[in-house]
């Protein structure tokens, strides 16, 4: 086991390469010079050629020992990401984000996964009923319609109108008055497709012969359910649990947009629509990071959820 | 299976009355503080991205730095036409025969903030030499300011100044005490400015802007360039939080000298009530709130619920909020009390044209028979809900020298036929049949997109295929001060009250990338323009500057299409607020009713069992 996660781990030299070549390429050469518009609209050469200066522009951009590239590659593996276009250290920024995007987004990925998980159990067991119909045909209205939309019917309906939860983020107040609103937006958005996505894991087990055996030794509903059949379809839930972890820190765009939760999610709409490539590169490069890590710790979440996975 | 289910719905039972328990706590209850507290509560649109004086730009930033800084100048809040008046100096400044020496004395006795960059924390006194360091900031090129441009070639020394930072690593290095002919301190209450060249326009564009408002050298040196967010002003406020990107809230300057409203104003002003707190003393508000909300829905609920006092109407909710008929509020809103106002913008939208396109710049009767083919009324009605004037030239209604008769020569005339004519004009000039068109648009926005598209469906009528590149931001900025643009979108807003803002757009001398973005170039308008630069407000400026307007207009460089009204909603506890267009501290002047803001929640009750 320990041989093989540091064989993982060593994987990930090259992956996160590729990642800061990648982004480099991206940023850098594709995104163009972004000096003009540090500068501002009536800037003259000379403040342009100043601020390429001071951004390090100007410099070779591969073949240097104070190239571009390496000053990419510097950035990233020190974590001083410099400032952003605003002049604000990106660090700063960032860290400030995580805490309003884990405290949207973590509640939300845990009210969708016990409700999804508990219902797709009773659906998978319900199959062919009415109830099973009624569900699945929700689960697909749900999925059809836009996320945009349940966001603007919520907060019209539930924080203007009935007057129940805040309109928006109010930093005067604790922030979890302010996020349980979205969050629940969130759950209901994403219940849809979240709950036929177990609903087909539960029904694949479900039918298995050892599901048969049990109720026909006359085991309870509960235990064959929750024992038996969840411990079985662990693998894909484990899957795809551990591999939302890193899109928890990234924050939930639109939500955080609407309600004005100053996460890394609305940080990094503001960077698209400022094309503030410095804050753009340090978030591409910490999920890079972060999906890397939570692809090896779901591998290692196999051995222990079945004892038949073995790292060889 | 069924005793799984029974527990199932205990517990489901259970969440919903933790819900329903929970839910009545959680909404808003008030915002704005204790009841009794005057806090003024605002909108801002986008994020705030700079509080240094000297790199301020963007709306939102002399909005908020606009209270916390001041200015030698401002504009009188009430008067109309703007009247200049003097802030931090005492009296108007004193010029020189041939105009090139400015002497402006300054008030004694005003402090800055108090802020732990000084000694013992105490703010001190404002001096001249302030005035001077933050005008040589400006000119260093390593501080790399927005800003330089309005001071290049103007000021004696200050050019070479600049030229002498250039050696330096880093903005701090630079030594300040380097004498610059042009811009010095007489003593602490007196500064001396000599101009290159009369500029008759220097103290609204410098004096009266934010950019020029004295910087203390101590707080610059102590925060470095976390100056950003810790602004040390003079003004009626201070910075007390800045949540970035989502929260500012400003407080009362204790060091700050006081002022009283004032008691002389604008025709009406008296009926409209704007003089009520005539001779009191401001400011009235203990704090300023502004919230960064970027959508629109979440706004308009907050301002309906009654937690931001006033705010410009998102178009969705025009119909909701202004009769069409009659520009007047809707019942809806008048039984809430909110009120409406709207006033000219000194502004001018246009697509323009690159003079230097070979298919353009070379075919008058094009471009012509394309302004011709546009329909700028059904464009107003269609994007602007009815907010804004068809452009029939480019000075902005409400500067004295928008010439109320331009109308009648026609250059923004709507008439297919004429530009049926002039297109085969055209055809003859270019030689065939004129090729597709391309014209750029600063956004990737839906407004963006359906503005394209209606441009497309213009030209279209007189057979002119026209391709749309829809561009971000940087992008489009970057091509058009290149000339890599045939056809774009664009358009400007006054800075201060003098229509020589709109001129400069024209001259030769103010290519890309300055402020002539069509690269036209007209040698006798060139000369106008050399001519009109110097010369100080008289009725012989007013001619000129409309003789040139109409020469450039016989150019058609740009289908001028409107200069835009502003609509602001408020509540009817939202006092003083007077709009204004070129001045941005005036939150001092504006006060809140408190026992009507109160009794707003009452109201919605009353309004709601009305309803049912």
Redesign the interface.
Known sequence: MTAYIIRRLLYLVPIVMGVLLVTFCLFTLVG???S?????????????A??RH?YGFDKPLFLAWDSQFLDHFKKAFTFNFG?AL???KIGE?IL?GVGPSLALTVPMFLGTLVISI?FSL?VA?LRGTVWDHIIVFLCVAGMSIPYLSFI?FG??YF??KL???????????PIY?SI??PALIGIVAGLGSSLRFYRTIMLDEIRSDYVRTAFAKGL???KV?FKHVLKNAMIPIVTNTVLSIPYLILGSLLLE????I?GLG??MI?AINA?DFFVLNAMTFIMALLIAFFTLVTDVCYAWVDPRVKFD | MNGFIKTYRIVLLFVLCLLTLCIPGCSEKDNGGKSDEMVLRHRMGTKLQTLDAGNMRGVYSMMVGGQIYETLYTFHFLKRPYELIPQLADGMPEISDDHLTYIIRIKKGVLFQDDPCFPNGKGRELKAQDFVYSLKRIANIKYASQNWYSFKDKIVGLDAFREYTKQFKSESEVDYGREVQGVKALDDYMIQIILNKPWPQMIETIFADNMSSPMAKEAVGCYGKDIIRHPVGTGAYRLKTWQRGSYIELVKNENWRGELYPTEGGPGDEEAGYLDDAGKSVPFADRLIWRVIEEDQPAWLLFMRGEIDGMGIPKDNFNEAVKLENREVTDEMKDRGISLKHFDDPSVFWIGFNMQDPILGKNKPLRKALSRAFDREHFIDLFLNGRGHVAHGFVAPGLDSYDPEIKKYGYSKYDLQQAGQLLEEAKKIHGGPIPKLTLAMPGTDTFSKQYGQFIQRQFQKIEIELEVNYMDWPTYMAELNKGQLQLFSSGVSASYPDAIDFLTLFGTKYFAPGGNKFFYSNPDFDALLEKAEVMFPASERLELYRTMERMVMEDYPAVFTSHRISYILHHSWYKNYKPHVFSYGLSKYRNIDLADRNGYKRKLKALKKKDQ
């Open positions: 163009g010079d972004i003009q518009q540090i500068a501002g609209k009536n800037a003259d050469a000379e403040t342009i100043e601020i001071e400032r605003d002049r604000e920024k400030r508990s009773i067991f603007i907060q019209y924080a203007y007057d129940w939860f805040p309109i928006f983020y109010d930093p005067s107040r008055l349980i609103l309870t509903s509960r359910l947009r609407f309600f004005g100053p609305y940080l503001e094309r």
